[in-house]
């Protein structure tokens, strides 16, 4: 296979599926355009069309949503041009020594030139759909029902102490706890590795592996699916952390070979890095397992380290000399460097606000300066995630067997049929933070929707039989189909049914402790998700979010049976926070 496979490439910026069309129709409708609409167009609020197709981007075809977006976005830089031309000077210099670190993957004048394109194009519309996202989760999300209960009273103990951090700052690290949490809690963890399945999968560049670990899926898949492995979580964290404002980056330990040994994120704040463990599930505790460990305190005391050891259960495999010396990995989109990004965020105002350009020279200038940060550089991960995917759909467009079976799990969320809409349309009101309906607007609201998902297992049982049910799903016998064939069809679509329905349940659950419902929340846990015939994939992350609303309910010997009681991915971390409350809460109580 080629060094720089031209096809991965052309698919590579192809994000959402917007396609690898040439830009230049799209530049010529614009100036064709623009003569005619430039008097209507000084009148017309473009930034607010485009933040309006953004909100409802669930509800569109999302190639013609990313023509559209573009098309409005390069009409408003050619208007604003008129009032005030582009200055080239005033733009932020490409990183071209940071770039290099991505040159294994992609030749580094290949992407300076298209980070540089100063037209908006259609593949900006992923960076653009995933940034708003990120923005909405991060706003709602910021809440006193996502402070971990264990460091409540460490927050208490350092605010206005002439040691600790001063107010801005403290609450730059209660806000980044609040989101690290909520990643936790709604990114159910899954391994870092996945079996070889049993059909035909492509043979992928770069050494990289099918299901392989922090690429398999995107940032936004991983969020969209609320599942993922250590890596991905982190990636999740750190674009949360950005919208929010605070820098943070992937620790990595190199070793002699030059690979490298992800083991942590680490958040910037009054030049300390504080440590949050995806894997564990938990921010890395400091001294006396107190309040949130600095990268300074790992290096130094051999017991932070230590006691991420669960004693005849699991131990952690790095020590505090492995720690000595990381390098920082900044999860950076290539878009997110783009000048033209640095224009738009500019210009965004009020609710419209989200942060779209990021100086990766400047952040990694501030986490270079931070002993035991051995250099900083760009994640791999957003590229081989990108060349993964493009790897993928090329194989699937050949291979019918790879094509039905590859990431089956997921078409209950993905637009195109009348089983899954309504439960995408319910996942992104979620994530935008819709749980109620808007009455007014006639808005179903997410806990609507995913209620309507819930349908009675007598009514996916009869679906075999009852004729005007299947008319209802959508299905129909086509002439010359066997009755094994037919029963066959029917049988995936009860599968779909009860794996959609189950999925909503657990969403639904997981909006009724957002929502500050947390005795609700602990209820439909126990009694909806975990009641045995309705195990699903989501039991394991169902079992660790029922033992954090007895945590936050107060009930601490039931969240430590639970957390101690779970066989899972998740079990080292569930184990060390069992400990952790029993020490804390039970003590606070």
Known sequence: MPRHPALLICLLFGGISLGCRDDRDLVRQIQTQRQLSIQASSRQDRLGDVTGLLRQFVDLNADKAGEQ???????????????????????????????????????????????????????????????????????????????????????????????????????????????????????????????????????????????????RQSVYQTLWRGSGDSLQRSQVFCQLCFQAGIPSAILAMQDADGSRQPWSVGVLIDNQIYLFESALGLPIPGPDQTGIATLSQARKDPAIMRRLDVAGYFDYPFSRMDIQQNVALMVVPPEAMAPRMKRLESSLTGD??????????????????????????????????????????????????????????????????PMSDELARGRWRHLTGQFADEEMEGVDGARTLYLQQRAPEFEIEDLRIDVDLQRAYGIRRDLGMSNEEFESAVMRIQNIMRLGKRTATYWLSLIQYDDKRVETARNWFDRRVLDDKQRSMWTPAAWYNQARAEERLGNVEAAVALLKNDQSPAEHGNRLRARLIQKHLTQAN
């Open 69 to 215: 977006i573009s098309f409005q976005l390069n009409l408003w830089r050619s208007e604003r041009a008129d009032a005030k031309p582009d200055s080239q000077a005033s733009e932020p210099a490409l990183p071209m020594d940071l770039l290099g670190n991505w040159s294994d993957l992609i030749p580094t004048p290949d992407i300076a030139a298209r980070i540089a394109q100063r037209d908006y194009i259609a593949s900006d519309t992923a960076w653009l759909r995933d940034a708003f996202l990120m923005a909405q989760v991060s706003d709602w999300a910021d809440s006193s029902i996502s402070d971990d209960p264990w460091l409540e009273a460490w927050f208490d103990s350092i605010s206005g102490s002439p040691d600790g951090l001063a107010q801005p700052e403290l609450e730059q690290l209660r806000v980044a706890s609040r989101l690290f949490d909520w990643t936790i809690r709604n990114i159910a963890l899954e391994p870092s590795g996945t079996p070889t399945p049993p059909y035909p999968t492509p043979s992928y560049p770069f050494g990289m592996t099918y299901g392989g670990p922090g690429y």
């Open 352 to 417: 419209r606000r989200m942060r779209l350009h990021i100086d990766v020279s400047k952040l990694a200038n501030d986490l270079d300066s931070v002993p035991g940060i051995a250099g900083a550089r760009l994640s791999e991960l957003p590229l081989l995630s990108a060349i993964y995917q493009a790897s993928n759909q090329a194989f699937a467009a050949r291979t019918p067997q790879f094509a039905v079976q590859h990431d089956a799990r997921w078409r209950i969320v993905e637009l195109g049929s």
